[in-house]
């Protein structure tokens, strides 16, 4: 998550039949995966060779799910600075009971084991979650051995782990990075679980929206990690959008680092339909900001449901 500039049961995913957050996904720069310009060019298609998702989950051990930090962009420095309570003011983030379809990616980047948030929505394949555009790639380099662990609390998952098999991230993020932070949204498709089930079908999905307005009742979920926060549970803020720029959503909100990707619902429950992905954060740490969904986000959407898991 990076500072806006001033702006039961448990199922195993079938990582070996149809394979591969927040990891299993792309591969840097060429060697595990290639990236693809879409004839659209609003989209960069990511695919990932079907061994990368078995790999990816025989590589997340508790012990490395553990060591895993929340994205590490720059954003991490200003949360620190102001996770006292006393630089707090309010529409403070409130612990929530878990919700079946939102969860946690786990992925590399540089070496290194990190998260974000995510969430299932609804798509022709079933088997679609969306979150930011910089757990997917940056700076050109795309992240590796990602998993999705939906409902994620504590350390795991009622449904275990399902790893990514490819999927798009916009363009305008892809080649820019924080230059272009109103495009920060990538969509993965994750493998079928050893039933052969998606992930829908299994934990549910939200509806999407796109072509939003910012301004109207909206509520955003994530797992933040940083200050007052620990990721291992789900968090939630309610209140009002305002437009940020012409196509990007800010909210009244304190979540920090680890809720990158996590859903911005129309509403005020994670029954409504997702529009937007939270992404960043101001600088005094009391603001989410979320690129609105638009056309090119509904090319990576619609593309990504096409992926045959």
């Known amino acids: 998550m990076h500072p806006h500039h001033p702006r039961s049961h448990r199922?195993?995913?079938?990582?070996?039949?149809a394979v591969c957050l927040g990891a299993a996904l792309l591969g840097a720069a060429a060697p595990a995966s290639a990236a693809h310009r879409d004839a659209s060019a609003s989209v960069v298609r990511v695919a990932v060779p079907?061994?990368?998702?078995?790999?990816?989950?025989?590589?997340?051990?508790?012990?490395?799910?553990?060591a895993a930090t929340e994205d590490s962009g720059s954003g991490d420095a200003a949360s620190d600075a102001v996770?006292?309570?006393a630089a707090r003011t309010n529409d403070q983030a409130e612990q929530v009971a878990t919700v079946s379809h939102i969860g946690r990616i786990y992925y590399v980047q540089e070496g290194s084991g990190h998260f974000c948030s995510a969430n299932v929505v609804d798509s022709a394949n079933g088997s679609t979650i969306a979150t930011a555009g910089h757990c997917v790639t940056r700076d050109q380099t795309f992240s590796t051995k990602m998993v999705f662990y939906p409902q994620y609390e504590s350390g795991g998952s009622p449904?275990?782990?399902?790893?990514?098999?490819?999927?798009?991230?916009?363009?305008?993020?892809?080649?820019?990075?924080?230059?272009?932070?109103?495009?920060?949204?990538?969509?993965?498709?994750?493998?079928p679980d050893s039933d052969g089930d998606t992930v829908a079908s299994?934990?549910?999905?939200?509806?999407?929206?796109?072509?939003?307005?910012?301004t109207q009742l909206v509520?955003?979920?994530?797992?933040?990690?940083?200050?007052?926060?620990?990721?291992?549970?789900?968090?939630?803020?309610?209140?009002?959008?305002t437009a940020a720029g012409t196509a990007q959503i800010d909210l009244a909100c304190d979540m920090t680092g680890g809720v990158s990707g996590g859903p911005i619902f129309a509403g005020a429950g994670s029954d409504g339909?997702?529009?937007?992905?939270?992404?960043e954060y101001d600088y005094t740490v009391t603001h989410n900001i979320?690129?609105?969904w638009q056309a090119a986000a509904q090319s990576a959407h619609d593309l990504t449901g096409a992926i045959g898991t």
């Open 159 to 191: 449904y275990g782990v399902w790893p990514v098999v490819g999927g798009n991230v916009l363009t305008g993020w892809y080649q820019k990075n924080d230059d272009d932070q109103a495009e920060d949204t990538a969509f993965m498709a994750v493998a």
């Open 50 to 66: 079907a061994a990368q998702g078995s790999d990816a989950v025989a590589y997340w051990t508790p012990e490395r799910l553990a």
């Open 11 to 17: 199922r195993t995913s079938a990582a070996i039949a």
């Open 290 to 292: 979320g690129p609105l």
């Open 202 to 214: 299994v934990v549910g999905s939200s509806p999407v929206l796109f072509d939003q307005p910012a």
């Open 273 to 279: 339909a997702q529009f937007s992905n939270v992404a």
């Open 219 to 241: 509520s955003a979920y994530g797992y933040p990690a940083v200050g007052r926060f620990d990721g291992e549970h789900l968090d939630r803020c309610i209140g009002t959008g």
């Open 83 to 85: 996770s006292s309570d």
